[in-house]
């Protein structure tokens, strides 16, 4: 979205952002308007509803179903989605589907062996989930769970030679101290809760799953820029091999309880519906990621941390005390403010600077233009540090 000020114009900053004069006013500019809002309200229902979904299903009553089959299932319906939209775009013909995947995915093995990592660390962390979501409760978990910006961040200056900005440091030490407020309210007492729940476990859980989301989405996105594959062809590898590993996970885990109980054992409406939201909910956003610029997705992100406190207090009886609330609006607000781009910043220092000096993106007479930042240190503005479309594509 550009930025219009008295005599100096700035490009527009962050993906899927339009300049003010490349849309026809009117019909275009409102259709752009209801995509971004339609983006928001989509991307705020995901995060916050898959987290619910999971709390309130395994904290139903009843015979509790095995999280391992729900990871296997929801690897299954992602990688024969994934399927069936290749199929699509190869116009419904079979032999050309079958000459594209023995290509894709056979003869090139050596590229289809390199998503082998990503997958079993995205197995690991939806299996992880589950564990956290089990023993901590909704909100919680979705504070905490922002620490994901933080790897994710450490992992792209470590792995991809990315830089962050003084802003963006700031703001990760202040999601760091926000998500540590409240593991602190959680770890003094923080209101009743069930016997069968371990917050240490909980906090482990979602920590290791944080880290593994991280490095996956960040090893992801460097396995694709070096490739020509689409991100439906990736995901159904993955999908190849999240079930497989699934299945052996299943198998280490739980396999006797499973073979002596039933794979589908305790399943309800309501697991189906977790099953279906991890499974689509990802492939969901990928669509309309395209939509929302980073400060939008900074957005829901905090949105999504509100509707789940609001609906945790509503459905679980959560308590909010003010060291929660301290906790969560300091991780709420750096969320906001990773999310702004580094032209952000600069335009804050331009605009308390023209008053008293020149125009800051116009040269002197006779002096040289500054120096370029080097291509390899990436751009903030386009190449933002929050959680990826891939990332988002196979992970939660």
């Known amino acids: ?17 339009v300049s003010a004069g490349a849309l026809e006013p009117g019909t275009a500019s409102a259709a752009h308007r209801r995509l971004k809002y339609i983006s928001l309200a989509v991307l ?9 979904s999971i709390r309130y299903a395994r904290t139903l009553p ?31 013909n079979v032999k050309h589907l079958v000459l594209f995947l023995h290509e894709a995915v056979l003869v090139q093995y050596v590229d289809t062996l390199k998503l082998a990592v990503p997958s079993l660390i995205y197995t690991l962390q939806n299996n992880l989930q589950y564990v956290a979501i089990s023993n901590l409760p909704a909100a919680t978990f979705q504070v905490t769970y922002q620490l994901k ?19 963006q440091w700031a703001s990760l030490l202040l999601l760091f101290t926000g998500v540590a407020i409240v593991q602190a309210q959680q770890a003094g007492g923080g209101g009743p809760r069930p016997l069968d729940q371990n917050p240490g476990a909980g906090l482990a859980a979602v920590v290791a799953s944080c880290l593994s989301s991280g490095f996956a989405g960040v090893y992801f996105e460097k396995i694709l820029k070096g490739s020509s594959g689409s991100v439906w062809l990736r995901n159904l590898q993955l999908g190849l091999f999240g079930t497989a590993l699934g299945l052996v996970g299943l198998w280490w885990a739980e396999g006797t ?11 309800t409406p309501a697991v189906w519906g977790v099953v279906l939201n991890q499974a689509f909910g990802g492939l969901l956003v990928a669509v309309v ?8 997705k900074g957005f829901a992100t905090s949105l999504s941390i509100v509707l789940s406190t609001v609906a945790s207090i509503r459905l679980f009886g959560f308590h909010v005390d003010p060291l929660f609330a301290l906790g969560a609006g300091l991780v709420i607000g750096a969320v906001y403010l990773y999310s702004l781009p580094r032209g952000a910043a600069k335009a804050i220092a331009s ?25 390899h240190r990436g751009d903030l ?8 479309l891939l990332t988002k594509v196979k992970g939660s």
């Open 62 to 92: 009843g015979d509790r179903f095995f999280a391992t089959t729900a990871v296997v299932m929801a690897e299954v319906l992602k990688g024969v989605t994934c399927l069936l939209l290749l199929f699509a775009q190869k116009r419904g």
């Open 149 to 167: 910006i933080l790897t994710t961040a450490l992992f792209s200056v470590l792995m991809l030679n990315r830089s962050l900005s003084r802003l």
């Open 351 to 375: 605009a308390s600077a023209s008053a008293s000096g020149p125009c800051p993106h116009q040269q002197p007479p006779g002096q040289p233009p500054p120096p370029k930042l080097s291509s």
């Open 1 to 17: 979205m550009a930025a219009v000020g008295s005599g100096c114009s700035t490009a527009a900053t962050g993906p899927g952002a």
């Open 289 to 296: 990621v395209k939509y929302a610029d980073n400060i939008l």
């Open 257 to 267: 309880a499973v073979a002596r109980r039933g794979f589908f054992f305790g399943y």
């Open 381 to 388: 503005s386009t190449e933002p540090f929050l959680p990826k």
């Open 44 to 52: 705020v229902v995901q995060n916050a509803s898959l987290i619910l």
